[in-house]
């Protein structure tokens, strides 16, 4: 009898879950990697399934990004399939806080998609998504839901970061009398307090050993507000809202570029296969950090016909389905570089209005004569988040501050909505989970017309229902690069790996 039920349990699972198909999956990769203690640090690309020509048609690693004050959860391991056709589709999702904060941000914490901004109080997505309810999230302290300011996980330990207080699994282990921008990398939390002169604090901390940041700090002196930190090799570099860039490596801080007078300020950086990169104002486009100098990075983002090219901005980056992903201010525009044919393209504009003209940001006639900035109703995408469900994209105006009807009577309660509205792009095929940490790990990685999955030390991490029609499109993946890719190299060791294609091993 129970041999008949769980025959029975599989044969309507595999009728009604394309995840139980019998069938070998079209693509298998396992990896076991080493990747040691964790200190904070970025892990970088696992590997890449190339087909004969170079095009990349499979591939997995992990983002780390920060954009503007905060770092994405760099935990979070992404394994996709480039599709050769993806219909990309645009959801609008709901606007989480009210007119008088025009302004939202995301970050995944764990399994948990938040939504928040400047006065904190995350919201679970997901819990206004499905019975349409707004609560504050209960997996962070009421304490720490005010100015809550982004979470990092190290060693599996749950790292929440507050501009005066920084918690340990729920416990306080620094406390501050100055609003600070934190950063947890190589066994060392970096606390930056803007000012003029700001001040950078260095603490060396391990939170699987230590109770709290204790004991003096490394301390330097730099100009102007933090926006973002980045690591490139053996540095942390920092840069500031006045364009000042900083290297901190072995116990100095080297400035590396000073303000010229002019605009220039980062608001983003990832790595992207070997180069670091940065989102940048007033060229809307990217510019690349290498060897202490900064370059524009080629190709740039085009400017949208009709638009100025003046004042522009790249506001925040991602990798999401084997592609980079460039946010880009007045304007409120996505756009995708190609990681096969390096070429940029225009995926969607998130607001509908106005229509893009040569004005350097929207509205910006009808604020000429307005006591706020005539930039006030610029359109930004604040941050973009892939996961398993699809790419989310948070938005604001220029500050995320409120609607005034007396100084902004010429904007609609339809345009307004649309400042702080969160939106959904489907269709791009990956899963997303967080990993968890171990010094020694295997992870397995299926692809088949059905379902694609992500495996852990042998058990199920992800997994998503795909169309029976996907495959590979009619192509054949020849070869698997290992450690190389669009996430920037392995930060690990690979101590063994196997994968095969269509049955076949692949060398």
């Known amino acids: 009898m129970r041999v008949f039920q769980t025959a029975l349990i599989f044969l309507v699972l595999s009728i009604f879950s394309p995840c139980y198909a019998e069938n070998p999956p079209l693509f298998e990769a396992t990896l076991k990697i080493e990747i040691g203690e964790d200190l904070g640090q970025g892990l970088g690309t696992l590997f890449e399934a190339i087909d004969e020509h170079g095009r990349v048609i499979l591939g997995a690693g992990l983002n780390d990004i920060h954009s503007t004050y905060v770092r994405d959860n760099n935990r979070i391991l992404d394994f996709y399939y480039r599709g050769m056709n993806t219909q990309r589709t645009f959801q609008r999702l709901t606007k989480p806080f009210s007119d008088e904060c025009n302004g939202s941000r995301l970050i995944l914490d764990g399994d948990h998609l938040l939504t928040y901004f400047r006065e904190g109080n995350p919201i679970n997505l997901s819990q206004v998504q499905n019975d349409g309810t707004i609560k504050p999230y209960e997996g962070i302290s009421k304490a720490d839901q005010e100015a809550f300011s982004g979470i990092q996980y190290v060693n599996n330990h749950r790292l929440v970061f507050h501009p005066y207080r920084v918690t340990c699994d729920g416990k306080e282990v620094y406390r501050t009398d100055k609003g600070s921008l934190y950063y947890y990398v190589k066994g060392k939390l970096f606390v930056y307090q803007g000012g003029e002169p700001g001040t950078l604090l260095v603490y060396k901390w391990n939170p699987s050993v230590d109770a709290a940041v204790t004991g003096e700090p490394e301390k330097f002196e730099a100009s102007g507000y933090l926006f973002i930190y980045g690591t490139s090799g053996d540095e942390v570099v920092l840069v500031t809202n006045i364009g000042c860039i900083y290297s901190y490596k072995d116990g100095h801080l080297t400035q590396l570029r000073n303000t010229d007078g002019q605009s220039w300020q980062g608001y983003s950086w990832t790595a992207w296969y070997d180069h670091h990169v940065i989102g940048h104002y007033p060229t809307g486009s990217l510019m690349e950090y290498a060897d202490g100098k900064v370059d524009l990075f080629e190709p740039a983002i085009p400017v949208p016909p009709g638009a100025s090219s003046a004042a522009r901005e790249a506001q925040t980056l991602t990798i999401y389905g084997g592609d980079l992903y460039a946010g880009v201010w007045p304007w409120g525009e996505l756009w995708r570089l190609d990681s096969d044919t390096h070429a940029w393209e225009f995926v969607q504009r998130v607001f509908d209005k106005p229509e893009i003209s040569q004005d350097t940001a929207p509205y910006e006639v009808e604020m000429k004569d307005k006591p706020d900035v005539i930039n006030y109703w610029g359109q930004r995408i604040m941050n973009l988040v892939g996961t398993s469900d699809g790419l989310y994209i948070s938005t604001m105006n220029k500050q995320g501050k409120p609607y005034n009807?007396?100084?902004?009577?010429?904007?609609?309660?339809?345009?307004?909505?649309?400042?702080?509205?969160?939106?959904?792009?489907?269709?791009?095929?990956?899963?997303?989970?967080?990993?968890?940490?171990?010094?020694?790990?295997?992870?397995?990685?299926?692809?088949?017309?059905?379902?694609?999955?992500?495996?852990?030390?042998?058990?199920?991490?992800?997994?998503?229902?795909?169309?029976?029609?996907?495959?590979?499109?009619?192509?054949?993946?020849?070869?698997?690069?290992?450690?190389?890719?669009?996430?920037?190299?392995?930060?690990?060791?690979?101590?063994?790996?196997?994968?095969?294609?269509?049955?076949?091993?692949?060398?």
């Open 405 to 507: 009807p007396k100084t902004h009577d010429f904007m609609t309660p339809e345009i307004i909505s649309q400042y702080g509205m969160l939106h959904k792009m489907s269709g791009v095929v990956q899963v997303s989970k967080q990993l968890e940490w171990k010094p020694v790990t295997e992870l397995r990685f299926t692809y088949d017309p059905g379902c694609i999955r992500i495996y852990q030390d042998g058990k199920l991490l992800e997994e998503k229902n795909l169309s029976e029609e996907a495959g590979l499109e009619g192509r054949t993946v020849s070869a698997l690069h290992i450690g190389k890719g669009v996430y920037g190299p392995f930060a690990g060791k690979v101590l063994s790996s196997s994968a095969m294609a269509n049955g076949k091993q692949l060398n």
